[in-house]
C-alpha cells in the first residue's frame, strides 16, 4: 500500500473536458502531495479489510482556477473523505464527488516507499 501515486482527474465542465493532475504520498497512514493547480493535500489514512478510508485536507492557494472550474478568491481549506479499494491503483477511474462536480480520478503507482 505504502508508496508515490499519480493520479489524473477528469471534470465535464460546461466548455467540455477539464483535465488535471498530481501526486501523492501513501505512507504509515500519512498521505501528502500536491496537484497541477498547486493545491496541496495532507491526510491521513487507515488500510483494513481491503478497504483504504482516508481523510484528506485540500490547501487551494488564492487565485488558483480549479479543474471544476471554480476559482478561488482567497486561500481555502476543504476536506475530502475518500473510500478506496485496497487494489485501487489499477487504472480504473473512480467517481466522486468535489465541490458539486463529478470528478472521475485515476491512480497510478509509481513507486514502492518503504
Known amino acids: 500500500m505504502s508508496g508515490f501515486y499519480l493520479m489524473r ?3 465535464p465542465t460546461d466548455h467540455g473536458l477539464a483535465e488535471g493532475a498530481g501526486a501523492l504520498s501513501f505512507k504509515r497512514g500519512v498521505i501528502v502531495g500536491v496537484d497541477s493547480a498547486g493545491v496541496r493535500y495532507d491526510g491521513t489514512y487507515v488500510d ?3 478497504r483504504i478510508r482516508a481523510s484528506i485536507i ?3 492557494p488564492a487565485e488558483t482556477p480549479l479543474t471544476t472550474g471554480v476559482k478561488t478568491t482567497m486561500p481555502t481549506r476543504l ?3 475518500l473510500e478506496l479499494s485496497a487494489d485501487f491503483a ?3 477511474p473512480h467517481k466522486m464527488e468535489f465541490d458539486g462536480r ?3 480520478v485515476t491512480f497510478e503507482k509509481l513507486a514502492g516507499i518503504e
Open 79 to 81: 476536506a475530502l473523505p
Open 90 to 92: 489499477d487504472g480504473r
Open 58 to 60: 485540500l490547501d487551494i
Open 48 to 50: 483494513e479489510n481491503g
Open 9 to 11: 482527474f477528469k471534470v
Open 102 to 104: 463529478s470528478v472521475e
